[in-house]
């Protein structure tokens, strides 16, 4: 089971840009597909982009398509989301998390469906 870790989260102004990051430890990473989700205060979390084991895949909510940017580094154990012209809207937690090994090339948005979580990484937008 992989272990999650993001960062790169913080404070940006309306417009603006920030790159998160996952990484993982544990064996097989380029084996998994990666989710990452987001929480903002009292909604429920829910599914922003994810990216199969490859690379090949990229799924993204429709609420973020063409602001975010999913990407891995599979030597680096570390997948990325690149977020641009940020809005107050997209303050929230955000969570990375894994799907099950067997399930590498298929991309999803369901949260029920990923068995590792990291702790989540805050973004704040605001002026």
């Known amino acids: 089971q992989l272990q999650l870790v993001e960062s790169g989260g913080g404070l940006v102004q309306p417009g603006g840009s920030l790159r998160l990051s996952c990484e993982a430890s544990?064996?097989?990473?380029?084996?998994?597909?990666i989710g990452w989700f987001r929480q903002a205060p009292g909604k429920e979390r829910e599914g922003v982009s994810c990216?199969?084991?490859?690379?090949?895949?990229?799924k993204y909510a429709d609420s973020v398509k063409d602001r975010f940017t999913v990407s891995r580094d599979n030597a680096q154990n570390t997948v990325y989301l690149q977020l641009n012209s940020l809005e107050p809207e997209d303050t929230a937690i955000y969570y990375c998390?894994?799907?099950?090994?067997?399930?590498?090339?298929?991309?999803?948005?369901?949260?029920?469906?990923?068995?590792?979580w990291g702790q989540g990484t805050q973004v704040t937008v605001s002026s």
């Open positions: 544990g064996p097989d990473f380029a084996n998994f597909a």
């Open positions: 998390a894994a799907r099950g090994l067997g399930f590498e090339r298929i991309c999803t948005l369901q949260r029920d469906l990923f068995a590792s």
């Open positions: 990216i199969t084991a490859s690379g090949s895949r990229t």
